[in-house]
């Protein structure tokens, strides 16, 4: 038998799911909404899935456990504290699970990302082989803890600087961390420091394990930033149980039926990229690219229960981004279009306009009078314009009436927010220029920064 781990990753959503397997039989870990993929890699293998595990209800995107088990028919191992309305296996701290002859799993209750959370220690004939984290102990950080409430963001701290201490002195200084979270999700407390790691190196580098308990989670709590609005219905959905993601393509839209959508005020979303969407575009319709961070910013920033239909000008870049948003739980666009703005113009160049990208150089050049920042929090500041006004791009609809009169000028770090925050206030009924340039060009550009 040949043991190994393979890595479904999910960069969109900086997440991680495992195949760990003996060459033979296979036990998933945390998988994704999208199942397709896990049993790709089992087939690819030979693998046969007997067994499925979640180390916690996650927040950052629906599970394919249930689905994934109930087709393979795996049992499905999950926490036994967890509130759940499906049939599963529970497992709790202490519990071993033998997935073969050779290949076992060792539970270990690691509270702190959730209050149920588990890890899972994969031993091989008997040797541990590495360790399923989740959201526990991550490449240089850990799992934030205000998922489940403000309110227990300290508590659950306090227990995430236990259990990160309990691992590290239950498991060899060689043991390799597979983590599910921080790799750019915002599951994460911080980024991560690396892509790969085990227990000596975070003993090494890891706050959680080189700061008391106090300084750990005084540091952890002053760091934690916003978190998209999708999540509060995440852990929800997951609770439930997930039946099977339904890619199907959506349902065509024609131009007259795009016009009345959008007439209705409803959610159109041009994928193309966002040089395109300012080139041409149908009038009132929102640009995130698909080939950007489209489930975040889309996810965050669409009121929830929204319609939304899609436009791209292939049916593979519709059937991308209808994958990414069925993985926080956007299951079916209302409708769909592809091809090219004129293809979806009820009336011709009247459906048509174009908006301006422009640079930091451009903005120094002509000093707009309304400046609008629509980075987050942490971004503002840590270093802003002077004279600019600031409004995170998820709370701008709600926040239109804010923005003064005039032009407005909008920028991010680096142009897909900007683009996006750009043609809401366009649907609005607003003139706005889109700078799409990096941050750090600002003050190059001489622009003043507090």
């Not at 889309?298 to 593979?316: A, F, R």
Request: charged residues 20%; contains cysteine; hydrophobic residues 45%.
């Amino acid at each position: 038998m040949t043991f190994g781990t393979a890595v479904v990753e999910t960069s969109s959503l900086g997440d991680r799911s495992y195949l760990v397997h003996d060459g033979e039989v296979a036990v998933v870990i945390d998988p994704q909404r999208d199942i397709d993929r896990v049993l790709a890699v089992a087939g690819r293998l030979g693998l046969r899935i007997t067994h499925v595990a979640e180390t916690h209800l996650h927040n950052d995107y629906v599970s394919g456990g249930l689905a994934l088990a109930r087709i393979t028919g795996a049992a499905y191992l999950v926490a036994a504290a967890e509130e759940v309305e499906f049939d599963r296996h529970p497992v709790a701290d202490g519990d071993r699970i033998a997935i073969s002859d050779r290949l076992g799993l060792t539970v270990v209750g690691t509270p702190g990302h959730t209050f149920h959370h588990l890890s899972y220690v994969v031993t091989q004939d008997g040797a541990v082989a590495g360790v399923c984290t989740g959201g526990s102990l991550l490449f240089g950080t850990t799992g934030r803890t205000d998922l489940l409430g403000a309110e227990h963001a300290r508590t659950l701290a306090q227990h995430q600087h236990a259990s990160a201490r309990r691992l590290a002195d239950l498991l060899p200084d060689g043991t390799p961390v597979w983590p599910t979270h921080g790799f750019g999700s915002f599951c994460s407390a911080t980024p991560p420091d690396a892509d790969t790691s085990t227990i000596g190196r975070e003993k090494n580098v890891n706050p959680v394990l080189r700061l008391h308990a106090d300084a750990y989670v005084d540091q952890l709590l002053a760091g934690l930033g916003a978190y998209p609005a999708y999540y509060a219905h995440m852990g929800v959905r997951n609770a439930q149980g997930a039946d099977l993601i339904d890619l199907s393509p959506a349902r065509r839209a024609d131009p007259a039926e795009l016009r009345q959508r959008i007439d209705a005020g409803e959610w159109v979303v041009d994928l193309r990229a966002r040089k395109a969407y300012a080139y041409r575009h149908l009038t009132g319709t929102l640009s995130f690219g698909a080939d950007g961070p489209l489930a975040t910013w889309l996810g965050w920033t669409l009121p929830h229960g929204t319609p939304l239909t899609l436009l791209g000008d292939s049916p593979q870049q519709v059937a991308d981004a209808q994958r990414e948003l069925a993985r926080i739980g956007i299951d079916r666009p209302a409708a769909a279009a592809t091809g090219t703005p004129d293809d979806w113009a009820a009336r011709g160049p009247a459906d048509l306009a174009e908006s301006r990208r422009v640079t930091f150089a451009d903005l120094a050049a002509e000093r707009p009078e309304v400046v609008l920042d629509v980075r987050a929090d942490g971004e503002w500041h840590a270093g802003h314009l002077s004279g600019a006004m600031h409004i995170p791009l998820p709370q701008l609809t709600a926040r239109l009436a804010e923005v003064p009169a005039g032009t407005v000028w909008v920028h991010c770090a680096a142009g897909y927010r900007a683009a996006a925050a750009a043609s809401l206030l366009a649907r609005s009924g607003r003139a706005a220029v889109a700078v799409d340039d990096d941050w750090a060009n600002a003050a190059i550009a001489g622009l003043p920064i507090v």
